[in-house]
């Protein structure tokens, strides 16, 4: 294909940042950093290889998700704990904040609520940085892995501990509805611990051996009443295959724990979006 003249300038012109993140409401980090000094665990879950398993923390409690046997990514799923529809909105959080989220970083929920739901407090990942093939950790560009696209790309084979069946699966448990009723709700993932980016020559998707090791974490407060859904990837550390039966994998836990009152005295769940949603005439 032929190049116009002035094919070099247009391609020279310097990017814009389309959300400027000191324009966003500020996380209360000095704040968050003095309560997580005194936590008390209130409950731990263990997410079992190749499942999903769903846990509540309550606005203002502290969660942590531990690589605890071996390298092993999840996919996480928020919702607002009183009303499951508002959920995570992870390309709205990659649109504010970037491919990949790291301590100070927030997980924004759907619209029309548009708020955080979480604010990540501590990752230990977080000297990973961006490597020179453009990878990072913990995603919100992949969507999860399903068993639609799976079939697509196998002729029809199907495999049902694709995280998005892993994601419906609990949550349908959780909430007593069919699997059916459930799957809608389940939602595009923060894909923990994976390392992942884009081709630089084609733009394609890719995903790279995690860097996560036993006792690493991703650590976040509840900015309001949260469900969560994770899943222990078929993956394992996605070194090779996004669903597989003979990946090495691990289990996940998360653990919530209760900060000191006296440390969130004053702190309130975040507010619902100010927009009055009139949409103009």
Known sequence: MTQPQDADARRAIRPVICYPPENLPAAD???YETARKDLTRTDSVTVP????????????????????????????????????AERFYSGKSRALHGTHLTTGERLWSSFPHMRPLATITHDTLGWYGIDSFGGSVHDVIGTRCDPYSHA????????????????????????GVSRAEAEPLV?????????????RDTGQYFMKASPVRPGDYIEFVAE????????ACPGGDCSASHSSDAAS??????????????????????AENSYDRTHGD
Do not use: K
């Not at 309001?224 to 899943?231: A, M, Q, V």
């Open 224 to 231: 309001t009443d949260l469900l969560g859904n994770l899943s």
């Open 249 to 270: 994998c691990y289990p996940l836990q998360v653990d919530v724990f209760r900060p000191d009152p006296a440390a969130m005295q004053g702190w309130n769940p975040a």
């Open 49 to 84: 290889p190749r499942e999903a398993r769903t846990f509540s923390v309550p606005a203002g409690h502290f969660f942590r998700i531990t690589s605890v046997e071996g390298p092993q990514v999840g996919d996480l799923n928020l919702h607002n704990a009183q009303n499951l």
């Open 29 to 31: 980090m000095a704040r």
């Open 187 to 199: 939602h595009d993932v923060l894909n923990v611990f994976m390392c992942t980016g884009f081709t």
């Open 152 to 175: 697509l790309l196998s002729d029809g084979g199907q495999y049902h501990h694709c995280c998005h069946s892993n994601l419906v699966r609990a949550l349908a448990e959780h909430t």
